[in-house]
Structures are given as structure tokens and as C-alpha cells.
């Protein structure tokens, strides 16, 4: 059974997806957390993917002031239409940090939180110098 049968928001012409999973140590982790859970790969990537969606949909509406415009060299720049300023988030002398706000626990801090590039920010010792 395709999935366009048992999901009605799927179009009747669509095929059966496929998604690689490109490193291997990734597709192990995720294997061992699918097994964890005591349930198949598939269907933990399918639960991780739909999960991201409806989050980008809710921060939609809970802070819609706030859009990412950019992921660079380890820094995240957010968006805030509401003081129409551009926020950059570092991982500055072992905390999260919110330049406009100078502080570590503000809003733009708190939607880093909630991006997947969290875990991609670079550690700088000091503002300029990267560790």
C-alpha cells in the first residue's frame, strides 16, 4: 500500500518516498534511538520530520516577529521585525548570547534554542577570536 492511500492529504498520483540517510555514524545513531524506542527507523525519521514541521508552524504563530535569515561561519542571525533589528547568536565564552539584547536568556536566545543549528555554533572565546 502506498502512502498516498492511507494518508489523505497525500495526492493519489503521488509515489512512495525515499529518503537517504547520507552518513553512515548518523544513520547508526539514529538506528539506535529508532531501536530505543522500540520502533522502526522509518517511522522515527517520519515521526523527527513531521515534529520539525509542526514546530516551524507554531513558532510561526507563538513569535512570528522572529525569522532566521542565516546560518554562517558558526554564528545564527535572526530576524526581529518588532524592534527591526537583525539579532546575531554566538556560542560566546561557553553561552548562547543575543547581541542586541546583550543577554543569555532573551528571546532571540530562547528561538535559538529551538533550531537545528543550535548544535552547529562555533565556540569563540572572546567577541573577534574564534577558539
Do not use: W
Not at 547520507?22 to 538506528?31: I, N, P, V
Not at 533589528?85 to 554566538?90: M, N, P, R
Not at 543569555?104 to 543549528?117: D, G, Q
Request: aromatic letters at 8%; a neutral charge.
Amino acid at each position: 500500500m502506498i502512502a498516498s492511500e492511507t494518508d489523505p492529504k497525500m495526492e493519489k498520483t503521488a509515489r512512495k518516498p525515499t529518503v537517504d540517510i547520507l552518513r553512515h555514524d548518523t544513520y547508526q545513531k539514529l538506528s539506535e534511538r529508532a531501536e530505543s524506542q522500540n520502533t522502526s527507523l522509518r517511522k522515527f525519521v517520519n515521526d523527527i520530520l513531521e515534529m520539525y514541521l509542526e514546530k516551524e508552524e507554531f513558532l510561526s504563530q507563538y513569535v512570528p516577529k522572529i525569522k532566521k535569515i542565516a546560518f554562517e561561519d558558526g554564528v545564527l542571525y535572526l530576524r526581529d521585525s518588532e524592534i527591526v533589528k537583525t539579532a546575531t547568536i554566538s556560542y560566546l565564552d561557553g553561552f548562547i548570547q543575543c547581541d542586541v539584547c546583550n543577554s543569555k536568556e532573551c528571546i532571540h536566545v530562547l528561538y535559538a534554542m529551538t533550531l537545528p543549528e543550535l548544535g552547529r555554533l562555533e565556540p569563540i572565546k572572546s567577541k573577534g577570536k574564534k577558539r
